[in-house]
């Protein structure tokens, strides 16, 4: 049974006073920061369940079911090594082409789904939204917790690729760890993101895949880097630099390959990788915060 309160005339006290005595808020009242992370936090089970049903409902119809998970990343790299590193041939001025394409791929395809996902995480969910009460973010950070499974399952294949291609065990792998920790934080802030921009923008749905499409050719995941750093120079080469889907992958390339050309030393990428997330979850965080209450209505 909900709380009420009626004000005592005999007591003189003023209403938002009698309120808070009694534990009462405002109908409507944007949570604070902090309030709306712990909302959040108690929400946790609703979230990984919600997360394990989506799974289900996407592949649960089909033959191979979760194996999916690994066979898609699989059969993007391997049409992306006929097109640009046999027919093209750009594999002649990178050595090992088929694990730098794969690490690409796999890092890139991460939160190319995650963005994909997220932009109707809310327009795809509004009977759910009009039904419960619960944090609205709980459903992008479902979306991200999905693909963050599925990139535990995908990385097992891009460890067992890379040591069939001939890369040496080496303790730089460990690197994977706290890389893979930044982006799936990354990944939740661009989610949130996504997710207020398409209740705002409906257009963006369809405007998704060109973007991505873009992003994946600025973020070398399909040609040598050196490509961008042969021909480009200043701030030119300082805006390709600053694309955080290109740091991340270089970073992995980085962690996973012995001998590889970095767009720039290792250290400067930890650094931009860090601040990229810090931004994004921070920036993603408070503009889904922000539109809370609308999510849903009209």
Not at 8 to 28: F, I, M, V
Not at 114 to 141: D, E, K, M, W, Y
């Amino acid at each position: 049974m909900s709380q009420t309160a009626v004000a005592d005339s005999e007591t003189g006290l003023p209403l938002k006073e009698l309120a808070q005595r009694n534990g009462l808020g405002s109908a409507g009242r944007m949570p604070s920061v902090i309030e709306y992370a712990k909302q959040i936090w108690s929400y946790r089970h609703f979230i990984g369940a919600f997360a394990r049903a989506r799974t289900i409902a996407t592949l649960g119809e089909t033959r191979l079911g979760m194996i999916w998970q690994v066979l898609t990343p699989v059969f993007n790299a391997g049409v992306y090594y006929v097109i640009f590193g046999v027919i093209i041939n750009t594999r002649r001025s990178q050595s090992n082409f088929i694990t730098y394409l794969c690490i690409g791929v796999f890092l890139f395809g991460f939160s190319q789904t995650v963005v994909q996902n997220g932009v109707t995480a809310i327009t795809g969910n509004l009977g759910l939204i009009r039904a419960l009460h619960f944090p609205r973010a709980s459903l992008p950070i479902a979306v991200t917790l999905i693909e963050i499974r599925n990139m535990i399952a995908s990385l097992s294949v891009l460890l067992a690729i890379v040591l069939i291609s001939g890369e040496p065990i080496r303790w730089q792998w460990l690197l994977m760890l706290p890389l893979f920790l930044l982006q799936s934080l990354f990944n939740g802030g661009l989610a949130m993101f996504v997710a207020r921009l398409g209740t705002k923008v409906h257009d963006i749905r369809q405007l998704i895949p060109f973007i991505m499409r873009f992003w994946l050719y600025g973020s070398a995941v399909i040609y040598p880097v050196t490509n961008f750093t042969h021909r480009f120079h200043g701030w030119k080469i300082d805006i390709i630099k600053a694309n955080p889907l290109l740091v991340f992958i270089e970073l992995g390339r980085h962690a996973l390959m012995k001998d590889v050309e970095l767009v720039g030393p290792p250290l400067h990428l930890w650094i931009e990788a860090i601040i990229w997330t810090v931004f994004v979850v921070i920036g993603g965080y408070l503009y889904f915060r922000r539109g809370e209450k609308g999510y849903g209505r009209g």
